[in-house]
């Protein structure tokens, strides 16, 4: 069993991860997709007059500002185009792929930060309220087996749900680090528009191939922007059982298979 995270950033190709994924799951692997749109979601969120706004973390970690139209147009690219085009693809190649929310089912549900500490280039701290953000803490794992054993493939995406049962954005990483974990999962393979963590970004021969687990941290040096949310979720995978997370390139041909063979950064 293994979860596999593909993100949303340009360059990604949908199509050989699909291509791939069908061809291991018709050969009788049990997996879970969690995809991304971050890019596209920027895109239509200019177009519609709401650029995208980002929040840092006083401990370095970058988040989509997400009031209540962002988190709208979240969805319609989230659960929209980009949930219905790999469902459609999945399709295509003779897999009865499922797309689901977080909030469908309470797939994921997690605790709504309403304010939350940020601090502006200048190193000044500030409140950010309005926000609908969150981080899964309970993932249904019930529904998704019950999906599974039927011959279903579960294709997951933020938003996730919140006590309240509110809408909240969270982290596709993070979400896809708690269905790894909650399913008991061996392998957690999370495909971006890079190889894996460069020790030099953005030079691609610079690729780090493996990681010991007891080392994330030192390695966090070399992680900026999104990447540093990776490793976290790395190192939360492992912590809580996952044996081994794969960060693998989605812009190649059989991309999971490749990653799940050792390609890309390893840690474990
Ligand atoms: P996705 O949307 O596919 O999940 P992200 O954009 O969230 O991907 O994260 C991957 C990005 O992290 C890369 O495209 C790159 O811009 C950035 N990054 C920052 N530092 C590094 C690094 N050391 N190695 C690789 N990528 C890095």
């Known amino acids: 069993m293994f979860v596999i995270k593909v993100g949303g950033s340009t360059g990604i ?24 749109g971050s890019s596209l979601t920027n895109e239509v969120a200019e177009q519609l007059g709401h650029p995208p706004r980002f929040i840092t973390s006083p401990s370095g970690y970058t988040s989509r500002f997400t009031d209540r139209r962002t988190l709208e147009i979240f969805e319609m ?21 499922v797309g689901l929310s977080g909030l469908d089912g309470r797939l ?3 605790k709504r930060k309403k304010a939350i ?3 502006d280039e200048n190193g000044r701290k500030f409140v950010v309220r309005n926000n609908y953000t969150g981080t899964v803490e309970t993932v ?11 011959g279903y493939l579960p294709v997951l995406t933020p938003p ?13 990483d993070r979400a896809a680090r708690a269905t790894a974990v ?27 191939p493996e990681i010991p687990k007891a080392q994330i941290e030192e390695f966090q ?48």
């Not at 690219?77 to 792929?97: D, F, H, S, T, W």
């Not at 249904?140 to 039927?150: C, D, G």
């Not at 490793?231 to 490749?258: I, T």
């Not at 799940?260 to 390893?266: A, I």
Request: proline content about 2%; aromatic content about 4%.
């Open 77 to 97: 690219v989230y659960c929209g185009q980009m949930n219905k085009g790999i469902v459609e693809r999945l399709q295509q190649r003779g897999i009865n792929a």
């Open 221 to 268: 040096a070399f992680a900026a922007g999104r990447m540093r949310i990776k490793l976290l979720g790395a190192k939360e995978a492992l912590d809580q059982g996952v044996s081994r997370v794969v960060l693998g390139d989605a812009r190649v041909e059989n991309p999971v298979s490749q990653a799940l063979s050792g390609q890309g950064t390893v840690i474990q």
């Open 117 to 119: 500490r940020a601090v």
């Open 13 to 36: 190709d949908y199509d050989a991860v699909c291509d791939d994924i069908a061809r291991l799951v018709q050969s009788g692997q049990k997996l879970i997709l969690v995809h991304g």
């Open 140 to 150: 249904n794992t019930a529904l998704l087996e019950s999906l599974l054993a039927a």
């Open 160 to 172: 996730a749900i919140s006590e309240e049962g509110e809408a909240i954005n969270v982290d596709g």
């Open 108 to 110: 994921w549900e997690g």
């Open 182 to 208: 909650a399913l008991k999962a061996e392998t957690l393979v999370i495909l971006s528009n890079i190889p894996g963590l460069l020790r030099d970004f953005p030079k691609e021969s610079s690729l780090i």
